[in-house]
């Protein structure tokens, strides 16, 4: 039987995207961003301003004095660093569920999130990104499609993996023959429903390249290649492993070798156990749930 049924009524059940993060990814790429603006954003929920503070007095910005205010992490980090961790941190509400049908640990989904997000900011540094600032949210959202398919794709584990083996498809590709939908486009659909900017809603719907015209767009293919080096740094794989699609005309774009791969692993390497303060930040917050089954 279909499951697209009950996948449908789940993503009517879906919970509103938090207003906090909602509210950061309208000033994202914003030229200027005042003090006043942000503190309109968070002003509402403490718990955010505690989160900046905490990250923003962590190893990961080896900052040398210590934090005490918005005002002053504004001015030491400036707006952007500021917004992704207040995205960040809002987000974490939506990730609070485990994700049984790709990971086997309960913060499996939101450790691979952030992991997306460390890694796709480094590359639009490394890369010089025009749209760099929207790399780090587009890496925490990639997959939130996951959030609800999760439990689908539990209930169809066996038969996915079998589409794998026998067929030789990528996980997504056999998502998609045997529930009739991937995690991409349920997230792209999630994206429409929470009216995210269209580059981001984009980004979340073609991830996997599954569009040929996907191959044109620089963000999509950074988020790939971010998600591809996720994998092959090895960290919490998840189920799905490594059944993921690897296109070699991506490397080409960027114009990269497979040395330069190994540069970013080992940077990303050097980022890691200073970034664990990010995947504490689920921990710390617990927010709405998410209606896996209508
Ligand atoms: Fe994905
Ligand atoms: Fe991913």
């Not at 959202?141 to 398919?149: E, N, P, R």
């Not at 429903?193 to 620089?218: A, T």
Request: glycine fraction near 8%; include cysteine.
């Amino acid at each position: 039987m279909s499951l697209i049924p009950q996948i449908l009524r789940s993503l009517k059940n879906l919970p509103p995207f938090p207003m906090v993060a909602q509210r950061a990814l309208l000033l994202v790429n914003k030229a200027e961003v005042s003090i006043q603006e942000l503190v309109d954003v968070v002003k509402f929920d403490p718990a955010i301003t505690a989160n900046i503070l905490r990250i923003a007095n962590s190893a990961y910005f080896g900052l040398r004095r210590e934090i005490h205010s918005l005002n002053q992490a504004l001015l030491l980090l400036g707006t952007q660093e500021l917004l992704k961790i207040i995205i960040a941190s809002g987000a974490t509400r939506l990730f609070g569920n485990a994700a049984p049908g790709y990971f086997a640990e309960q913060q499996g989904l939101w450790r691979h999130s952030v992991s997306c997000a460390l890694m796709a900011d480094l590359l639009a540094r490394e890369l010089t990104l025009a749209e760099g600032n929207l790399c780090f949210t587009a890496g925490i959202l990639h997959d939130i499609g996951k959030v609800v398919l999760s439990l689908f794709v539990d209930q169809k584990f066996a038969q996915i993996m079998e589409v794998v083996e026998v067929q030789g498809e990528p996980f997504h590709k056999a998502e998609k023959i045997v529930l009739g939908v991937d995690h991409a486009e349920i997230g792209g659909e999630m994206a429409r429903i929470w009216d995210f900017p269209d580059r981001l809603r984009q980004v979340i719907k073609h991830h996997h390249l599954n569009h040929p015209e996907s191959l044109g767009d620089e963000m999509v293919l950074l988020i790939y290649l971010a998600d591809l080096l996720v994998l092959m740094f090895g960290q919490n794989l998840g189920r799905e492993g490594l059944a993921y699609a690897a296109y070699p005309e991506v490397l080409n774009r960027f114009n990269l070798k497979e040395r330069d791969l190994e540069k970013f692993l080992l940077h990303f390497g050097s980022l890691w156990d200073d970034a664990q303060v990010f995947f504490g930040l689920l921990g710390n917050d617990h927010g709405l749930q998410c209606a896996h089954r209508g």
